[in-house]
């Protein structure tokens, strides 16, 4: 029992950064149209910039702020210099073009940092609190409460403030925006800019859970499931499908895969399933597309033939 | 087909050889490897450029086969039937990624892919006793109709061969009403079921052949590297062969021979620079970062790709509606109505 909350906890503070980077490519694909494959690559190159500013001597507050303005930068640049002569281009071919994107990012931290993990410079005071029996370090308090809260804010930013009416209009129908005075293209380049601002926090957290390499970039792959679980065009679908996949995830790895393993000791000559928390929401994602395409949340018509 | 195509392509065939023959081993390791990436953008370029279903999983497709065309080689089957077998079972294993196809838009579907391709990474490190886990499983000297495959330069022969005659009959495919009801399920599914193709079948097919010839692919580099292991067949890899077939322009025949041997050779170039300016240790990064920069480049600047740019230059033709559509063109555009419409 003390296990499963153990496992439930620190599922949901991934889980909660899984749901931030989410909730970019449901923004940008509202806004854009675009299934962003560059996502994991904000993530990773907002955790160097924080890496980088930290290590320059930056109170942590600042260093996370600055980074996540950088972001904010690059997606904002992406989505001018990048999709912009894009416009008219098919959605494959932009999607292909994201994941160019994704490739150039990876190895250009690859040529600057190096291949190898860094240990990220703590953001978070040291130490743990033990309640009900369990045991969790203020890391994984911290990122978990600062993505919910996060992802919660910016769900509210969306719903009630007028910069999130003027992002619905631009994504709901583009030309009636334009029509009523909304500078749609500026409305897009804001998205990126806030996706990837978002990534970049998501990965900066993420960097203090697991370390800093350029794997971190593979994050944004296990965002698709957890998109396309939640339904593509939602937002709320993304923050819960996130928290879900993440507590799964936690709880495959340290019940099922041990559960797993000893049955198949005793039965077979298989002595290990290797990561089956990775492939997991792969195989849920396969599962939802089978029986319901459009997600738990999604509406329903865009998906199907 | 015609005469001219079929000379051509013989001659270029021949030239292949005679180089990898004159060039010494690494001529023949570049020719092998240029000649296995062919075939293997020629089965992507039907999949994506014929039928305008992308897929993501070409990487694991091409695991698939090396697996099972080197389990095959190792019980001792001879080589021609190991790659037939391997082909068979990858055209299998792409129909069966290809079924939520059947029933998911573009964009749902690419996403599909990239679940095959992650779930079949997890099972090669898996199926140990089949695939020899996360080590790798090393494949004996392969032997072609009872012939061991002694010198690279064979290879690169057998190789070159087999490119060929993908090649022929994937040409003449395209002239079979098969082949044209490819062209009308990627411009247009409703026009395609006004004509009364079937399009669940056409897009079957599309999948079942476009993974034989993966198989075989796949089954020749795992009797070139003698050794199929995980890591070889990452999502990387499938990026690779996506950026094949754009630099060298989607839907031509030609297009996927070109990008295959400019992907090839520039990581082979970059290197030789990167040896003379002492770089050593950035060479992979600046690889990727080449290949990342060539994808964006050629699909914002030239989304018809490199061979379409030869006879531009040369006849200095206006450009022509209708020939050779890519994704950047209107032709090629009814690829982006079946991924959703774009706002």
Not at chain 2, 106 to 120: E, K, P
Not at chain 2, 244 to 255: E, K, N, T, Y
């Given at each position: 029992m003390t296990l499963a909350l153990q496992l439930a906890v620190a599922g949901l503070a991934t889980g909660s950064v899984y749901a931030l980077i989410a909730l970019g490519i449901v923004l940008i694909y509202k806004c854009s149209g675009v299934v962003n494959f560059a996502q994991g690559a904000y993530a990773m190159l907002g955790a160097y910039a924080s890496y980088v500013l930290l290590r320059a001597g930056l109170p942590a507050v600042l260093a996370v702020l600055a980074s996540m303005g950088v972001m904010a930068g690059i997606g904002a640049l992406t989505e001018r210099l990048v999709l912009r002569p894009m416009l008219k281009a098919p959605v494959v071919a932009v999607m292909m073009v994201t994941l160019g994107l994704l490739i150039c990012a990876r190895a250009a931290c690859l040529a600057v940092f190096g291949p190898d993990q860094i240990a990220f410079p703590p953001v978070f005071p040291a130490g743990a609190v033990s309640a009900g029996g369990i045991f969790i370090t203020y890391n994984y308090i911290a990122a978990g409460i600062l993505a919910a809260a996060l992802s919660l804010g910016f769900l509210l930013f969306y719903a009630a403030t007028p910069m999130g009416l003027m992002q619905r209009c631009a994504a709901d129908n583009s030309r009636a925006a334009l029509a009523i005075g909304i500078h749609v293209s500026n409305q897009v380049s804001a998205a990126w800019a806030m996706s990837a601002a978002l990534a970049g926090l998501a990965g900066t957290l993420l960097a203090t859970l697991n370390g800093l390499s350029i794997g971190l970039a593979d994050i944004g792959m296990v965002a698709f499931p957890v998109v396309v679980v939640g339904g593509l065009s939602s937002l709320e679908g993304a923050l819960v499908a996130g928290l879900v996949l993440g507590v799964l995830q936690s709880f495959t790895d340290g019940l099922l895969t041990p559960a797993l393993e000893d049955v198949l000791r005793a039965n077979t000559g298989i002595y290990s399933v290797g990561a089956l928390q990775q492939v997991l929401p792969y195989a849920l994602l396969v599962l939802m597309l089978l029986l319901r395409p459009q997600g738990l949340f999604g509406r329903r018509g865009a998906e199907r033939i | 087909m015609g005469t001219r195509r079929l000379l051509l392509a013989l001659a270029v065939a021949a030239v292949l050889i005679a180089l990898s023959l004159l060039l010494g081993r690494f001529g023949a390791y570049l020719v092998r490897a240029v000649a296995i990436a062919g075939i293997g953008a020629l089965s992507l370029n039907l999949l994506i450029g014929y039928c305008g279903q992308i897929s993501f999983a070409q990487g694991a497709l091409l695991g698939v086969g090396a697996y099972v065309a080197g389990n095959l080689g190792n019980a001792g089957v001879d080589g021609v039937l190991a790659l037939l077998g391997a082909g068979v079972a990858t055209a299998a294993i792409g129909?069966?990624?290809?079924?939520?196809?059947?029933?998911?838009?573009?964009?749902?579907?690419?996403?599909?892919?990239?679940?095959?391709?992650?779930?079949?990474?997890?099972?090669?490190?898996?199926?140990?006793?089949?695939?020899?886990?996360?080590?790798?499983?090393?494949?004996?000297?392969?032997?072609?109709?009872?012939?061991?495959?002694a010198s690279d330069q064979v290879s690169a022969a057998v190789s070159v061969l087999v490119l060929l005659i993908a090649w022929l009959a994937l040409t003449r495919l395209t002239r079979t009403n098969l082949g044209r009801a490819f062209l009308v399920v990627r411009e247009s599914e409703v026009v395609a079921k006004g004509m009364g193709i079937d399009v669940a079948r056409t897009k079957a097919w599309a999948f079942a052949i476009s993974g034989f010839v993966a198989g075989i692919a796949g089954g020749l580099i795992g009797f070139a590297a003698r050794l199929a292991s995980p890591e070889a067949f990452t999502l990387d890899l499938s990026a690779d062969y996506i950026?094949?077939?754009?630099?060298?322009?989607?839907?031509?025949?030609?297009?996927?021979?070109?990008g295959a041997a400019f992907v090839v050779l520039l990581p082979e170039a970059i290197q030789r620079v990167g040896e003379a300016f002492d770089i050593a240790n950035l060479l992979s990064a600046l690889r990727e970062l080449a290949f990342g920069l060539l994808i964006i480049l050629f699909l914002i600047f030239e989304p018809r790709g490199l061979s379409s740019l030869l006879p531009r230059l040369r006849w200095a033709q206006p450009r022509r509606r209708g020939a050779a559509p890519s994704l950047g063109e209107p032709g090629g555009a009814a690829v982006a109505t079946k991924g959703g419409e774009r706002p």
């Open positions: - | 129909a069966l990624i290809g079924l939520p196809a059947l029933r998911l838009r573009g964009l749902y579907f690419a996403i599909a892919t990239l679940a095959a391709q992650a779930i079949l990474e997890y099972l090669f490190k898996m199926l140990e006793p089949f695939t020899g886990g996360v080590s790798g499983l090393v494949i004996r000297q392969p032997a072609f109709f009872g012939v061991p495959v950026a094949m077939i754009i630099v060298g322009g989607l839907g031509s025949w030609a297009g996927p021979l070109v």
